[in-house]
């Protein structure tokens, strides 16, 4: 029997989060119709990760913006097509403010921890989590019966510390967490992460109390990690990546152009300096993503799981990210000619699923 690699097709589904250029619908909207039309070539489902909180303060300023209407549209039509939508939070947007037609967002609150967690306020983290998810399932459901919300991604991956993080994620009813990627480090107070010591495989159960390091059983207060697929061994990460850049260089692949900035380019004026862009290159892991997309790196993330990992005697669930914001006709392109040789090499060992469709 052949081994099988459940691939979930996710795609963080938000704006910038330092300064949007363009509309919001040429930055979210018109991408994702994009990237879906080319998925269902392929009877390939996306997983959209939204960012519900974006929705919820356009709504709740009532900003003159046609932006959560067309989120809604959005999400209403991925459903009825067969995709799928989950639970992404960037908190920032709690306290963020519209002026003068530009949103001034408030940094420090970029990590849910910020707000705490059993406070008993307005906005405490396990809130902002219910009234997220309570928002997706009110929209959605009457659309498809069947729908529900059971996966959740944080924003900027920005988990940790996570005992109180991951109690709320399990009490609220999310059973997947898809924040985790083996080697990612970012020290940054208000972007902290650390998955340098986490489990170097697609799935393991999490216990609250031990945290993600460590393999728990399944259990009705524990959840489910549903990794995003990566390649964090050193001193290869550098060589790598290097390869990926000459052969997208070698082969013209076309450049995104920004329709905005992120937190880091919008809140330092001299970018991110040489020497982090350096360590960045040869330390930070290869992901398994499509933005800047090279079918190479996708490919390479598909072999290494496949050869690694005992898929043939285990059901394994991995995911491919990505932002429509990132999104040109180039990359889309390299979706195409990566999702044509899946097809036609791996059509025996690999299936593409929705994260709602995974069984606990």
């Known amino acids: 029997m052949d081994s ?11 704006l910038f989060t330092g300064q949007n250029i363009a509309t919001e619908e040429e930055i979210v909207i018109r991408p994702t119709y994009k990237l879906m039309e080319v998925l269902e070539e392929f009877n390939i489902p996306l997983c959209l990760m939204t960012d519900v909180w974006s929705i919820l303060r356009y709504r709740e300023l009532g900003i003159d913006s046609p932006y959560a209407a067309m989120m809604e549209e959005q999400l209403r039509y991925a459903i009825l097509r067969g995709h799928d939508v989950q639970l992404h939070v960037h908190s920032h947007w709690l306290n963020s403010e519209y002026v003068d037609g530009q949103w001034k967002f408030d940094y420090d609150r970029f990590r849910l921890h910020s707000f705490g967690f059993g406070t008993n306020s307005n906005q405490d983290g396990q809130r902002i989590i219910a009234l997220g998810k309570q928002y997706l399932v009110n929209l959605l459901k009457p659309m498809v019966e069947s729908y529900e919300c059971v996966a959740f991604r944080a924003g900027g991956w920005c988990l940790q510390p996570e005992e109180e993080f991951l ?5 609220e009813g ?7 990627f083996f ?17 170097s495989k697609p799935n393991w159960w999490i216990a609250p109390k031990t945290g993600l390091e460590y393999e728990a059983t399944k259990a009705e207060s524990h959840l489910f990690e549903v ?15 290097a390869l990926f850049k000459l052969s997208r260089k070698r ?6 152009i920004s329709l905005g900035l992120s937190m880091d380019r919008i809140s330092s004026k001299l970018g991110i300096s040489f020497i982090n862009r350096l360590r960045n290159f040869f330390f930070q892991p290869i992901m398994f993503t499509y933005d800047s997309a090279c079918k190479e790196v996708m490919l390479f993330l598909l072999s290494y799981y496949l050869k690694r990992f005992d898929c043939q005697n285990q059901e394994l669930y991995i995911c491919i990210i990505g932002h ?3 999104l040109t006709e180039g990359s ?7 999702c044509e040789i899946v097809n036609v090499k791996y059509r025996h060992t690999v299936r593409f699923i929705r994260l709602s469709d995974i069984p606990l």
Request: include cysteine; charge should be positive.
């Open 4 to 14: 099988i690699l459940n691939i979930c097709f996710t795609a963080d589904h938000e």
């Open 167 to 171: 109690r709320a994620l399990a009490e």
């Open 174 to 180: 999310l059973r997947i967490d898809t924040s985790v």
């Open 183 to 199: 080697g990612g480090y970012n020290p940054k107070e208000n972007q902290y992460l650390d998955f340098r010591h986490v489990p």
């Open 227 to 241: 990794a995003i697929g990566s390649y964090g061994f050193r001193p290869l990460i550098g060589i790598r990546r």
């Open 251 to 256: 082969r013209k692949v076309e450049k995104s």
């Open 324 to 326: 429509p914001k990132a």
């Open 332 to 338: 889309l392109a390299e979706i195409r000619e990566f």
